[in-house]
């Protein structure tokens, strides 16, 4: 939907703690990979992830089996691994389509332990921050204090959380700094006051709203000002926590573990600053022209479990978003592009410019990616972009690609990454590799007229 060019994006929010379970093969339904209109964004935060790594990537980089199963299912429909952020049992990935890559800029995570009584490391909050088409946005994935009476101690971790991450952005150097902040996880809030009998009578009927009002995180709401400025969808829903695995039946162990919501997301818009009489005025007005000339309103149009799931004690809990926005920038940083016929049987060209300026670095380089790439540093080869001076801009810079070319050819990409700005800024239309070779030595059909012989 685009009006007077205000822009609608999709964004698709889960939130599960896995309890240390492997993931389930198929997470068509979590993802909703067939929704209408379509997604623009994944954003998934993971609880209790199993500490052992399964695959090396790279010797660097340790990728789990969640990530993993996210990027297998997602990367054949075009969506990218953006970035992610890892501490211990915590996980937080980030996935968009591949059109959005060049506009999220700025992608910065970070991690905040927090324990009680000195046993620290399990709960905490990890967050990414980005700037999205020039909107800055945030998301934390917290696991917070468990049980039914540490309420305070849940409220008092996540303003520790918020009061401690920063960021290395001038405009935007706390998670509430940013204009609009998703906080979700296993929060760990329960329902007071009211017996299991009571409890499992008011779900199995489906009046869950006798519930709410002993719902804790509802009572701190009324009771936190900082919390209030965080919006929640009704919970229409039975509460995620704790089932048997592999069942929609409540805790049937010796615990008899009292249902509760725990599983939540929230997100808050960033109020519109007051007028103070001392400010400097100028310097307030700026800003908040900013956030009128290109305002962001934040729609939920779905806010669900999915109990379709039972790998956890957990259910997943879903919400989808729609971002309608004005666009502050829409064209890429850098432009790139491939010259005449790529094939493994040549040496190849290609063609990049500097639309503005940015931190460009001698470390930036350009990437073949096969088209259903992965993430950043999913590509079949590189080459480094240029050893000695800087790009002017809109300079046409010519390179000639001396990086062995995929035999087997197929649809590709190019993508230039900058160093400094941790992403991908520019990105090629997609083109055909071709190779005689491939097609002598019997690897592929020969093309005639358009068929496959």
Not at 103 to 113: A, L, V
Not at 205 to 227: H, P, T, V, Y
Not at 270 to 275: F, G, H, Q, Y
């Given at each position: ?8 994006m999709m964004l698709h929010i889960v939130t599960w703690n896995v309890a240390t379970a492997e993931p389930p093969e198929d997470i068509t339904s979590l993802l909703q990979l067939d929704a209408q209109p379509p ?280 919400a989808n978003f729609s971002l309608e926005l004005r666009k502050v920038f829409d064209t890429p940083l850098v432009h790139v592009s491939p010259e005449g016929v790529w094939s493994a049987d040549q040496d190849a ?64 990409v190019l993508g230039y990454y900058s160093t400094n700005i941790q992403s991908i800024i520019g990105l090629s239309a997609s083109f055909q590799v071709g190779s005689k070779r491939a097609v002598m030595e019997g ?11």
């Amino acid at each position: 939907a685009e009006n007077f060019n205000f822009h609608q994006m999709m964004l698709h929010i889960v939130t599960w703690n896995v309890a240390t379970a492997e993931p389930p093969e198929d997470i068509t339904s979590l993802l909703q990979l067939d929704a209408q209109p379509p997604t623009d964004l994944y954003v998934i935060g993971l609880q209790e992830v199993s500490a052992t790594p399964v695959k090396f990537i790279s010797d660097l980089i340790i990728e789990d089996s969640w990530s993993h199963v996210f990027m297998d299912s997602l990367a054949p429909r075009g969506f990218v691994k953006v970035t992610s952020v890892r501490m211990q049992g915590l996980l937080l990935l980030v996935f968009a389509k591949q059109i959005h890559l060049p506009y999220i800029r700025n992608i910065q995570t970070t991690y905040t332990r927090t324990g009680m009584f000195g046993y620290w490391g399990n709960k905490g909050g990890v967050s990414v921050r980005f700037s999205f088409y020039g909107h800055m946005v945030c998301f934390v994935n917290c696991h917070l204090a468990a049980h039914m009476n540490n309420t305070l101690q849940r409220v008092d971790e996540f303003e520790y959380i918020l009061e401690t991450q920063d960021f290395d952005i001038y405009d935007t150097p706390h998670v509430l700094d940013h204009k609009v902040v998703f906080w979700f996880g296993d929060l760990n809030f329960r329902i007071a006051d009211h017996g299991l009998h009571f409890l499992r009578s008011s779900i199995n009927s489906g009046r869950l709203n006798l519930l709410w009002s002993k719902d804790q995180l509802i009572m701190m709401k009324k009771k936190e000002a900082f919390l209030q400025e965080f919006e929640e969808g009704p919970l229409n829903f039975k509460p995620t926590y704790k089932f048997d695995r592999n069942s929609d039946t409540y805790d049937t162990s010796g615990k008899k573990r009292k249902p509760a919501w725990t599983d939540r997301i929230l997100w808050r818009v960033k109020p519109k600053p007051l007028p103070s009489e001392d400010d400097d005025e100028k310097a307030s007005a700026s800003t908040d022209e900013e956030q009128d000339q290109y305002p962001i309103l934040v729609t939920q149009d779905k806010y669900a479990s999915d109990m379709s799931y039972g790998v956890s004690d957990h259910k997943p809990v879903i919400a989808n978003f729609s971002l309608e926005l004005r666009k502050v920038f829409d064209t890429p940083l850098v432009h790139v592009s491939p010259e005449g016929v790529w094939s493994a049987d040549q040496d190849a060209l290609l063609t990049y410019s500097v639309q503005e300026d940015f931190m460009s670095s001698t470390w930036d380089w350009i990437g073949l990616y096969k088209v259903g790439f992965k993430s950043a540093s999913d590509y079949e080869t590189f080459v480094w972009v240029r050893e000695n001076e800087l790009p002017e801009i809109n300079e046409v810079i010519q390179v000639k690609w001396k990086q062995q070319i995929p035999l087997l050819g197929g649809q590709y990409v190019l993508g230039y990454y900058s160093t400094n700005i941790q992403s991908i800024i520019g990105l090629s239309a997609s083109f055909q590799v071709g190779s005689k070779r491939a097609v002598m030595e019997g690897l592929v059909p020969e093309d005639i007229n358009g068929l496959n012989k």
